[in-house]
């Protein structure tokens, strides 16, 4: 679990679990670990658990060094946990646009990771996993060499925003290809230059910025209300009418599958391919 599990229900799920797998949990304060360490002595299980470090996003996770060391002794001393290692998820790094600005920002997580292992080493203990990383920064972590476990999720859709960040020439362009699309249909077309689609705020999350028009040049999704989504068509645009199947790519897929019920997997390309299968979107809505 590369978070904090707070609540006592939760916890004791947590550790009932680690009757059936090996399980890791993340901690940035004394009060989880103390909890942790009673649910499992409650279930009779060992938990292993990660202190979280703030590594610049200034989120979750204690302080690098000193107070990180102090915890992990903590998780060290209590029965039932083992200290696995460190949490170093430089969540906001994802979405640095430049470059050269997103492998400074994990430059300087590296110093924190470098700084916190060497501390714990000197204490006596061992960091065995150092996770984090993600689909926008991967790559700058691992030239470190600190980071044993990569944790990007996003890479395996894609989604508008982070085919938005610049690569090492200053050109958009993502490190993987877009696999998750919304499906919408023109509902209204009833002035030059606009459309209407049938997919709006309930449809897509736009925390991340607005979702793109997948292949249609110089049409662009301009603003979305509950139910539409209204479409700018330029002038070489290709003329839309009503009925007209446009393929949206999210921008930001993780809350966008949440808002859905369903995958349609689709073999063979979106225009004609065939659906092979459909897979139930199990954890939408698991929040508690």
């Not at 658990?49 to 209590?78: N, Y």
């Not at 640095?96 to 400074?104: D, N, P, T, V």
């Not at 470190?144 to 960040?165: H, I, K, V």
């Not at 139910?227 to 949206?248: F, I, M, N, P, Q």
Request: net charge negative.
């Amino acid at each position: 679990m590369s978070n904090q599990v707070v609540g006592a229900h939760k916890v004791a799920r947590l550790a009932a679990l680690a009757r059936h797998a090996w399980i890791g949990v993340c901690a940035d304060d004394p009060a989880q670990v103390r909890a942790y360490g009673e649910a499992a002595r409650r279930a009779q299980v060992d938990l292993h658990v990660l202190v979280e470090i703030d590594v610049g996003a200034a989120r979750c996770g204690t302080a690098p060094g000193a107070p990180a060391v102090d915890l992990a002794k903590l998780i060290a001393d209590t029965p039932g946990l083992s200290f696995e290692g460190l949490q170093a998820y430089h969540g906001s790094a994802q979405h640095i646009r430049g470059h050269r600005e997103r492998r400074a920002a994990i430059q300087t997580a590296a110093q924190a990771v470098q700084l916190t292992t060497e501390k714990l080493g000197a204490a006596g203990l061992e960091c065995r996993t150092i996770g984090g990383a993600g689909t926008g920064s991967f790559r700058f972590e691992t030239e470190t060499g600190l980071w044993n476990e990569l944790q990007p999720g996003s890479y395996c859709f894609m989604d508008a925003d982070y085919g938005r960040n610049l690569d090492e020439t200053g050109e958009e362009r993502g490190e993987f290809d877009h696999a998750l699309f919304v499906a919408s249909a023109v509902m209204s077309a009833s002035a030059p230059g606009r459309a209407v689609v049938d997919a709006g705020h309930k449809a897509s999350a736009i925390d991340s910025g607005l979702p793109s028009v997948w292949k249609r040049p110089d049409t662009t999704y301009a603003g979305a209300s509950d139910e539409h989504g209204k479409l700018s068509l330029g002038a070489a645009a290709a003329r839309l009418t009503l009925g007209d199947r446009v393929w949206l790519v999210p921008g930001h897929v993780d809350p966008t599958v949440n808002l859905h019920d369903w995958y349609v997997g689709v073999r063979g390309g979106l225009e004609a391919g065939v659906v092979e299968c459909l897979w139930p979107v199990a954890a939408r809505g698991a929040l508690t």
